[in-house]
Each structure stands twice: as structure tokens, then as C-alpha cells.
């Protein structure tokens, strides 16, 4: 049953009601949870102890003794025993098929220094053949425990890396996704030598000799993965929607064992979402994906009209947004900055699409009504955004309602903090992003830049501005209980807090997770509480993170994952 028949079922049970004057005998339920804490994130019913689901919706939520009438002798009910149900999370940001491949390379997240680095190339390369590249990610030269020597800027050179990988070409990509390193064989392969040019929005560091010193920044990746593209166009149509499907089957499974129900995929390519759509005909797709574009604006321009789709396969896929990136990463120095970085007093970031062009975008997006969402993480690349978004708005006084987004927002201008509101922009902000960069954010921003503009969701949300959650996963993991712990504490490993003023409160994190993500997706009426009528998906966790002791917010678990009123997933 759908979620429009539900309602419909609903409605006549009141009208049983007015009209005769006593509750009619209800209908069982598919689903009931019940002896529970059932936190809505709905103002006109917060709390309550059970929650029963017939088909694919909410058709009641109150306590033990209201829902008991929905038990039938064919309804599997989960007795909670006090453990919190919230609405499904969702993933506000993240790269979804992104999340599928970093389980397939080699996983740097959790390295300590550049030697562990070599070390797991060195060791990869003996299974590999001559020849085969050699992917990974999640490294971050501010998290080691020494700095790699010779470097520069902190980055090491590639020669101790290409010492142990002398056939194999190399490309392991920052945790934030903004900058590679790769050793001499791809740096061959690719023709970048001592002469070559810098490309628009893209840097290649360079030794003190002038050579490359392995360290592609922002759009010079692309050099190299030109390269990578060429020796994967080889492959047949069928090994490569093979190892597409794999990704996508890989994420799923991450996604549905951390309590996410809905996922807001920050930019894939039209293949990608024709075989997202496969995935939804063939009734392989176990949660929910809202989708934003990430092509040339040739290629939108051609084809955003017959792209859009809206609740795809009963609500299961969604396309109606566009992904462009003005800027880069703080970490890697890529984000544009209004004054110059204070560890590095020469660089001010990299614009990585130039303004005209990202207008253009902008008229395509409204012209066919999508959401524009624009990755924008320094102050100049804010203002930038906020400009274009608001030139495009009066352009078109007569679209309204957008929902435009800025995805991170993570260093604002005092001047920019209030146009949020006043545009009604949506911050699709990450919460784990603020206590991971925490320790090298002065270092970059100098102190009075970080506390007026670092991750001031208070300040924010003050004007008016919608706040959601989300991850940026594979660049940190998916685990929303990390981010709603780093949202609610601002805590960092040392104990200390980042500008513990614009904490969220338990409420506002939660919110932000989910009927706030909703929101920034125009979901809020199917999705994001826990309301009759709404689609039936959940999270169970093994902790009230509502209530107990912050520091225990990390140490609570999933139990299920329901979607849609089926359990994808249960510990």
C-alpha cells in the first residue's frame, strides 16, 4: 500500500469517527514497534511509546495501549524494550558512489604519517601487476604525527613514494577529495614535467627545484585522472557497470548498517543515475537517494529536462538539483579566501570555477527548476555564491520558493552571516567537519576569522537560515552519531572545544538530521518525522542520545534500519 492510500485510509477512519461517534475497528498493521521512547521530531506529538506501519507509511504513533489495537495476528512487532526510535537519518551530504570505492582502494584514513603511507602502497604493489594503478584516500598531512621530510608546505615529495612504486602509477586522493598526491609513474604517464602550467582553479606544487613535488591541488587532479579515464576506457561496457554496481551495493550496505535511510548524493554524472534507476526498476535500491547533478554545462543544458524525477520507484529516487564546487578544501589550501591564509600569506585559494560560468549554471537550474547547491567553504567563495544566487533570484522574481543551497559554508564573513536568512538559502553544513579541521583552522584563519565565521550555525540559525546534517562522506565516515556528537559538543580528541557558543542543542542536531534534510530536499512532507501519513522510515539506536551523559553519544549503536517499513538492516 502507498503512502497516498494510507492517508486516504486514515481520513475515512475520522470520518468514522465524526459520524457515528465511536472509533471504528482498525485494520492491523503490517509493523509495530512498541514499549519504546519514540522521539517524533513532531511538535504537535514529540514523544510517545509505540509506532505501528502498514505498507509503506505511518498509520499511527502513541502509546503502548493506542497501538495495541493495531496488532494483528499477522503483525510483527518489535518490543523496543526503552530503546529510541528517530526518524530515519539523513545524509544531508555525501558522495554516495564515492563511499563504495574507498572501500575497494586503499583506505588512508586512519594513517599516522606519511612512512604508514608507503608502507601500504609498497605492500599493494606486490599484488598487483606492472602497470595497474593504484588508488586510495583519506590521507590528511595535518592529522600525522610528524611531518614527512623533505616536504613542502607540509606535503611530502613523491620520491619516497615512487622509490617503492616504480611500474605502478599512483593516485592517492586527500580526505577532502580537493587535492592528490601521486608518485613519478603517473606524473609521467600524464606529461606533467617542470614546464607545465598551472591549470585554471588548480595548482601543482612545486620543490624548491621547481620540480613537481607530487601534490595535485583542486583542478590539476584532473591531469592525472585523464590519464586514469584513458586506461579505464578499455574496459567493456560490462566490467564497468559491473564495478559501478559493486560501489553502489557497497554503500548501501555502509549506509543502512549507520541508521541512514535517505541519502543526498552531493553530484554524479547522468550514467550514474541511469544505473541508479536500474537499481530502482529491479527493486535493488534499499534506501532513499536524492541526487544533484555533476556534469559540464553543455551536457545540463541538453539533458536536465528529461532527468528530472521526483519520487522515483515510490519515492526511492529523486533528481531535481545541480552540484557545482566554486572553491576548494581548507585543509589542502583550496579554499577561497577574502584576505590571505595566515600560515601561508601568499595564497588567498583557488576559485575553481570561474564566476561567469557558474552563473550560467545558476539560469540553467532555475530556468528548469532545480535547486542550485553550490560547494562554497571560504568567506570569498560564500559571498561569491551568495551574489550569484542573489543577482539570479531578482532576475527571476517570479520563482520563488528555491531552496537553493550552500553545501558546507563552513567560513563566512560577518557581513555574509545574515543574507542566509534574508535569501532564504539553505547551510547544508557537516558537523563532524568542524571538530575534524578544529585543529588547523586557526592555524589558516588566523584566530578572530575562526571564532566570527567557523561553522557558526547559532549565528546562523539566528537569521533565519535552515541548518542541515550530513557528512561528506567518504571524506569522513557516515556515521551520523559522530556528527550529531561533534555538533552537540564541538569536542575535539584533546578535549577542548571549538567556540562552544554555536553548539546545537540535542534538539536542533537531531532536527538537522532529519526533518531539517528533509527540508533542504522538498521532503518535508513525506519524510523526517515521525508523523501518521509519512513514509515509515526509522532508526533504532541502543542509547537514548537524547538524555544521556554527551561523552556516551559515540558509544550508542544501531539496532534497525526500517525503510519504508521494511528492516534493511538490524544488528
Keep these: 500500500m502507498g503512502i497516498r492510500q494510507s492517508l486516504a485510509l486514515r481520513s475515512l477512519s475520522v470520518l468514522g469517527v465524526l459520524l ?28 510517545a511509546q509505540a509506532i505501528a506501519v502498514r505498507g509503506d507509511a505511518i498509520v499511527a504513533v502513541g502509546s503502548n495501549k493506542e497501538i495495541e489495537q493495531y496488532v494483528g495476528d499477522r503483525t510483527h512487532v518489535i518490543d523496543l524494550g526503552g ?65 614527512p621530510g623533505p616536504h613542502v608546505e607540509g606535503f611530502p615529495l613523491h ?132 541526487v544533484m547533478i555533476r556534469e559540464s554545462n553543455d551536457l545540463l543544458a541538453k539533458n536536465l529536462a528529461q532527468y528530472k524525477m521526483i519520487g522515483y520507484g515510490d519515492n526511492r529516487l529523486t533528481v531535481r538539483a545541480i552540484k557545482k564546487s566554486i572553491d576548494g578544501a581548507l585543509g589542502s589550501r583550496g579554499a577561497w579566501l577574502l584576505e590571505p591564509y595566515t600560515d601561508s600569506p601568499s595564497s588567498t585559494g583557488l576559485n575553481t570555477i570561474p564566476v561567469p560560468e557558474m552563473m550560467m549554471t545558476a539560469k540553467l537550474a532555475i530556468e528548469h527548476d532545480y535547486q542550485f547547491c553550490v560547494h562554497a567553504i571560504g568567506d570569498r567563495a560564500n559571498r561569491e555564491t551568495l551574489n550569484i544566487f542573489e543577482q539570479v533570484f531578482g532576475q527571476y522574481p517570479n520563482k520563488k520558493e528555491l531552496r537553493w543551497r550552500v553545501e558546507h559554508a563552513q567560513h563566512l564573513s560577518t557581513q555574509d552571516i545574515p543574507r542566509f536568512g534574508k535569501l532564504a538559502v539553505v547551510a547544508s553544513m557537516q558537523g563532524i567537519h568542524c571538530t575534524s579541521d578544529a585543529p588547523y583552522v586557526i592555524a589558516r584563519l588566523g584566530a578572530q576569522r575562526a571564532e566570527e565565521g567557523a561553522y557558526v550555525w547559532q549565528k546562523l540559525m539566528k537569521t533565519g537560515a535552515v541548518i542541515l546534517n550530513g557528512t561528506d562522506a567518504p571524506v569522513e565516515d557516515v556515521d551520523p552519531l559522530a556528527s550529531f556528537y561533534a555538533s552537540v559538543t564541538r569536542k575535539l580528541k584533546d578535549g577542548s572545544v571549538f567556540y562552544g557558543g554555536q553548539k546545537m542543542s540535542r534538539e536542533e542536531a537531531l532536527k538537522s538530521y532529519t526533518l531539517n534534510a528533509a527540508y533542504g530536499a522538498f521532503e518535508e512532507n513525506i519524510k523526517g518525522s515521525l508523523t501518521p501519513g509519512k513514509l515509515a522510515d526509522m532508526t533504532v539506536l541502543s542509547k537514548d542520545i537524547m538524555t544521556i551523559p554527551e561523552d556516551e553519544i559515540p558509544s550508542a549503536h544501531i539496532e534497525y534500519t526500517i525503510v519504508g517499513g521494511k528492516i534493511m538492516f538490524q544488528k
Design 20 to 47: 457515528f461517534g465511536a472509533a471504528p475497528q482498525v485494520d492491523p498493521a503490517d509493523l509495530v514497534l512498541r514499549n519504546g521512547k519514540v522521539v517524533t521530531v513532531d511538535e504537535k506529538n514529540p514523544v
Design 83 to 147: 530503546k529510541l526510535v528517530v526518524p530515519g537519518f539523513i545524509e544531508g551530504h555525501g558522495h554516495f558512489t564515492g563511499i563504495g570505492a574507498s572501500k575497494m582502494n586503499l583506505d588512508l584514513m586512519k594513517v599516522k604519517n606519511w612512512d604508514e603511507v608507503v608502507e601500504m602502497v609498497a605492500a599493494a604493489v606486490k599484488q598487483a601487476k606492472p602497470g595497474d594503478w593504484i588508488l586510495g584516500r583519506g590521507w590528511h598531512q595535518e592529522k600525522w604525527d610528524k611531518r
Design 159 to 290: 620520491e619516497s613514494l615512487s622509490k617503492v612504486s616504480p611500474n605502478n602509477p599512483i593516485i592517492l586522493t586527500h580526505a577532502s577529495g580537493h587535492a592528490s598526491f601521486v608518485n613519478g609513474k603517473a606524473l609521467e604517464i600524464s606529461g606533467i614535467t617542470k614546464s607545465t602550467k598551472n591549470p585554471v582553479g588548480g595548482e601543482i606544487l612545486k620543490d624548491k627545484e621547481g620540480n613537481p613535488a607530487g601534490v595535485l591541488r583542486e583542478t590539476a587532479q584532473g591531469l592525472v585522472r585523464r590519464a586514469l579515464a584513458e586506461a579505464r576506457s578499455k574496459r567493456s561496457p560490462e566490467e564497468k557497470e559491473t564495478m559501478d554496481r559493486r560501489e553502489i551495493e557497497l554503500a548501501m550496505q555502509e549506509c543502512l548498517s549507520k541508521g541512514i535511510t535517505s541519502f543526498q548524493d552531493a553530484g554524479s554524472s547522468f550514467g550514474i543515475i541511469d544505473l541508479l534507476k536500474k537499481f530502482v526498476d529491479e527493486g535493488n535500491l534499499r534506501l532513499r537517494l536524492w
